[in-house]
């Protein structure tokens, strides 16, 4: 990545990263020496474009438990899943291999419980059956952190009742369906002081009792008492809570965010500068770009060879300056000429049709 100008000894340059806490299921950072939309795309990326593995699809042969089969589904498809290099799997829309799901493009689950005892017997995530075929050795497993081993609840079941089901994991993001969230939440805090007068607190009496500082304080100084508003000042420092739902590590999800801005960026490098596969350079009618890069140009602009031509606009669609003596008005519409009649009749304009 390319900065502008020179760094002095001892001078941040670029983005800087502070690991303050990181655990097995959350990670707490903060972001420095990057502007407030940057820090908030990441958060964004973080919550809603990282791709995992979520069941999609619920082919149920028996239920007779009482939860109906769309209950059961919905709950199927809430249970977080490994979704450790998810990047092996395609998504089903990308997948020329089938119009539904196959294993280029899916994981398959089976669940099959029946309770023949007089207790109540609970259905739980780990009876859940990952089949072979997988990508890899991670994907697809069911996520249990409780210390027995258990996991999620499905469903109950009393003597005689059953539930034998298959299930299609495929991968998405939390844009499509909180399902394929990575994350439970993100805390993300900038200026705890307020310096930037971004917050308007609503008080009583005394702002700074009714609304406490967060921990985030202690990491800037506080304005000093009396110090005048700078109008120029913008945040630079960001801090980030990210807590995982255990589909993905939370340092996973954090590079896999960067990972899908670096990809939409590109993406609009790309169109800009016309290269991939676009149109050819120099023609700037359709999408292409000048020699300087700087994309198409008017058809008029710079008074350049044939787009001097006069303009053909599309048939039916004149406007009153072309063909028309420059000041006839009443051009030719799609439905004919000036006051002519649409599909409903004629129009008000230029004839007694009932209109008032």
Known sequence: MDFDGMALDGEDVGPRVTIRDATASNVDFTLRNADLAFGNSLRRACLSEVPTLAIDLVEITTNTSVLADEFIAHRLGLIPL???NADDILYTRDCDNCEQYCELCSVTLTLHARCTGDEVMKVYARDLVVSEGRPNEFIGLPVITDPDGLGSVICK?????????????????????????????????????????????????????????????TWE????????????????????????????????????????????????????????????NGDLMNGGHDADGF??????????????????????????????????GGGQSAWGGGGGATPYGATPYGQNNGWA
């Open 295 to 328: 994309g198409g140009t008017s058809p008029m602009m710079n008074g350049g060879g044939a787009a001097e031509a006069e303009y053909e606009p599309p048939e039916g669609y004149t406007t009153p300056f072309v063909n028309s003596g420059g000041g006839g």
């Open 82 to 84: 490994n979704s450790k």
């Open 157 to 217: 079941l009393r003597k005689g009742q059953e539930v034998r089901m298959k299930c299609v994991a495929k991968k998405g993001i939390a844009k499509e369906h909180a399902k394929w969230a990575p994350t439970s939440a993100v805390g993300f805090e900038y200026d705890p002081h307020n310096k930037l007068r971004h917050l308007d607190y609503w008080y009583e009496e005394d702002a700074a009792k009714e609304w406490p500082k967060s921990s985030n304080a």
């Open 221 to 280: 100084e506080p304005p000093p008492d009396g110090a005048p508003f700078d109008y120029d000042a913008t945040p630079s420092a960001f801090y980030y809570e990210i807590e995982s739902v255990g589909s993905l590590e939370p340092d996973a999800i954090v590079q896999q965010g960067i990972k899908v801005m670096q990809q939409k960026l590109a993406t609009v490098i790309q169109e800009l500068t016309g290269e991939g596969g676009g149109p050819p």
